[in-house]
C-alpha cells in the first residue's frame, strides 16, 4: 500500500539554524499538507499546497517558514531561523486530486524537531 | 469556524468491553468528519469517515462510528476492546473554506486497554 514517507525521523538543530524537513507524498496525489504538534497539544495545520502553490496558511506559518516540490516527488518544509518553540512533530500529508472535504489525507510518520 | 470537541482526554477500559469515545462538533454547514489514530511514535492512521452517506461508518479493526446531527456529535465505538487499540485517538473536521481543505483536529482522547 502506498504511504507518505519523511525524513529525518528526528532532527534536533541550534536555535537561529535553518532546517528542511522533507517528504515524499503518495505519488498520484496532488494536494499536500503540513500539520504540527507541540508536546502535549493538538495537531495543527501549518499550510497547504496545490499546483506549486500554497492554498491556504494558518498564522502559525509566518514568514520564518516556506514550501517547495523541488521536484516530481519530494515536498519540503523549511524553517529559515527555529526559535525554541518550533521543537514539535511535524506531519506531512498528501491526498487526491478532487480537493474535496471528502478526501482522505494520507499522513507519514512525522519528524520531531528539537530546537536547542 | 469549525470546531471539534473530545470530551475525554484519557480513556480506560478493560481488555474485551466496549470502547466509547465521544466527539462533539461545530460546523455552519455540512461536514466532513474523521477519526484517526496515532500509536506510539507512529504517524496518523484514518480509522473512518463520514461524507454525508450513511450515517453509521464502518472503519478499520471493528471501530464505528454515528452521525447525529441532532446531537452535533460524532462518537467512536468498538464493541470490545483489544489490547492493541491502546493509542491516542483524534477527532477532526474538514474545512474546506480557502480552498485548502484544512483538517482541524481535536485535543485527543488516550485509551488504555486493560488486563
Known amino acids: 500500500e502506498p504511504e507518505v514517507t519523511q525524513t529525518p525521523s528526528h532532527q534536533v538543530t541550534q536555535m537561529g539554524q ?20 507541540i508536546l502535549g497539544q493538538k495537531v495543527e ?3 497547504s499546497f ?5 492554498s491556504e496558511k ?8 516556506s514550501v517547495e516540490r523541488p521536484d516530481g516527488s519530494n515536498f519540503t518544509l523549511k524553517i529559515r531561523s527555529t526559535k525554541l518553540e518550533d521543537s514539535a512533530m511535524y506531519f506531512c500529508a498528501s491526498s487526491s486530486s478532487t480537493g474535496q472535504s471528502t478526501d482522505t489525507q494520507y499522513f507519514g510518520p512525522g519528524t520531531r524537531l528539537t530546537v536547542l | ?4 470537541t473530545q470530551l475525554d482526554s484519557h480513556v480506560s477500559v ?33 480509522l473512518l469517515k463520514y461524507t454525508s452517506a450513511a450515517t453509521l461508518v464502518k472503519g478499520i479493526n471493528g471501530f464505528e462510528a454515528e452521525f447525529k446531527k441532532s446531537e452535533t456529535s460524532f462518537h467512536l465505538t468498538k464493541p470490545s476492546a483489544h ?27 488516550q485509551l488504555k486497554v486493560e488486563l
Open chain 2, 14 to 46: 478493560s481488555e474485551g468491553t466496549p470502547v466509547l469515545l465521544r466527539c462533539n462538533y461545530s460546523s455552519s454547514y455540512s461536514p466532513s468528519l474523521f477519526w484517526y489514530v496515532q500509536h506510539p511514535n507512529k504517524g496518523l492512521q484514518l
Open chain 1, 58 to 65: 494558518s498564522e502559525i506559518f509566518d514568514d520564518q517558514f
Open chain 2, 83 to 109: 489490547m492493541s487499540d491502546a493509542a491516542e485517538y483524534f477527532c477532526v473536521v474538514s474545512d474546506l473554506r480557502g480552498g485548502g481543505n484544512k483538517l482541524t483536529f481535536g485535543t485527543g482522547t
Open chain 1, 50 to 54: 496545490y499546483n506549486n502553490e500554497i
Open chain 1, 18 to 37: 535553518e532546517v528542511i524537513l522533507r517528504c515524499v507524498p503518495i505519488s498520484n496525489h496532488l494536494y499536500f499538507y503540513w500539520y504540527r504538534q
Open chain 1, 45 to 47: 495545520f501549518l499550510v
Open chain 2, 1 to 4: 469556524a469549525q470546531s471539534v
